[in-house]
């Protein structure tokens, strides 16, 4: 697994008009009108609803050289906005080339993100487990949620109220249980809620 180091401060407002201008075809005034609205003191902002979208633009041309590298060492690829997964038997000799690639792009890679799980490892990407074929969430996020659902419950028995944030970000993550991997799990902690008498 490889990780771009800041990676939104390090696209430029240049690299996003190089975007609009030449990979989407766009007038120069309008290239750069959008430039303007979608940066922020020269670069990708964090948060913005456009930056996801424009930094795997951006990377998008790094993704022929990755499956280049990929079919190279037989290995599978994915790659989320900045993190890049490799997975296979010569994870590690890939390494190198993963890293000249993304300088070439000038990008750096952050060092402490980088790490070779290796086979007896839990294999954690962008959050969540994999197994097998399957993106699972971590135990203890899967614990959080359970006791999202305990602490609603007493404060129900005990007679106290529960705030209508405090429902709908249990509600949020019970349906981000659900979603990921884990619909079983979901549904009997909604069925819990439910025998008590509290409405989702």
Same mark, same amino acid.
């Given at each position: 697994?490889?990780?771009?180091?800041?990676?939104? /401060?390090? =696209?430029?407002?240049?690299?996003?008009?190089?975007?609009?201008?030449?990979? %989407?075809?766009?007038?120069?005034?309008? &290239?750069?009108?959008?430039?303007?609205?979608?940066?922020?003191?020269?670069?990708? !902002?964090?948060? +913005?609803?456009?930056?996801?979208?424009?930094?795997?633009?951006?990377? &998008? !041309?790094?993704?022929?050289?990755?499956?280049?590298?990929?079919?190279?060492?037989?290995?599978?690829?994915?790659?989320?906005?900045?993190?890049?997964?490799?997975?296979?038997?010569?994870?590690?000799?890939?390494?190198? !080339?993963?890293?000249?690639? %993304?300088? &070439?792009?000038?990008?750096?890679?952050?060092?402490?993100?980088?790490?070779?799980?290796?086979? $007896?490892?839990?294999?954690?990407?962008?959050?969540?487990?994999? &197994?097998?074929?399957?993106?699972?969430?971590?135990?203890? #996020?899967? +614990? /959080?949620?359970?006791?999202?659902?305990?602490?609603?419950?007493? $404060?129900?028995?005990?007679?106290? !109220?529960? +705030?209508? #944030? @405090? =429902?709908? *970000?249990?509600?949020?993550?019970?349906?981000?249980?659900?979603? @990921?991997?884990?619909? @079983?799990? +979901?549904?009997?902690?909604? $069925? *819990?809620?439910?025998?008590?008498?509290?409405? %989702?």
């Amino acid at each position: 697994s490889a990780d771009i180091r800041d990676c939104y /401060n390090s =696209m430029t407002n240049a690299m996003v008009f190089r975007v609009f201008r030449h990979m %989407l075809r766009l007038g120069e005034s309008l &290239s750069a009108l959008l430039t303007r609205l979608t940066t922020l003191r020269g670069h990708i !902002p964090h948060g +913005a609803p456009t930056s996801g979208a424009l930094a795997n633009l951006i990377l &998008s !041309p790094i993704d022929v050289e990755l499956e280049r590298i990929a079919f190279a060492f037989n290995l599978k690829i994915t790659r989320y906005v900045d993190n890049i997964d490799f997975s296979g038997q010569q994870t590690y000799d890939a390494f190198v !080339p993963i890293v000249a690639s %993304l300088q &070439s792009l000038g990008f750096a890679v952050r060092r402490r993100k980088v790490f070779n799980a290796g086979w $007896r490892s839990v294999k954690i990407v962008t959050g969540r487990t994999v &197994s097998g074929q399957r993106l699972r969430l971590p135990r203890a #996020k899967r +614990a /959080n949620v359970r006791a999202n659902v305990h602490e609603v419950l007493c $404060r129900h028995r005990n007679g106290l !109220p529960v +705030a209508d #944030k @405090q =429902m709908n *970000r249990l509600r949020g993550r019970l349906h981000y249980l659900r979603s @990921q991997g884990h619909p @079983q799990e +979901a549904g009997d902690l909604i $069925r *819990r809620l439910t025998a008590a008498g509290i409405a %989702l």
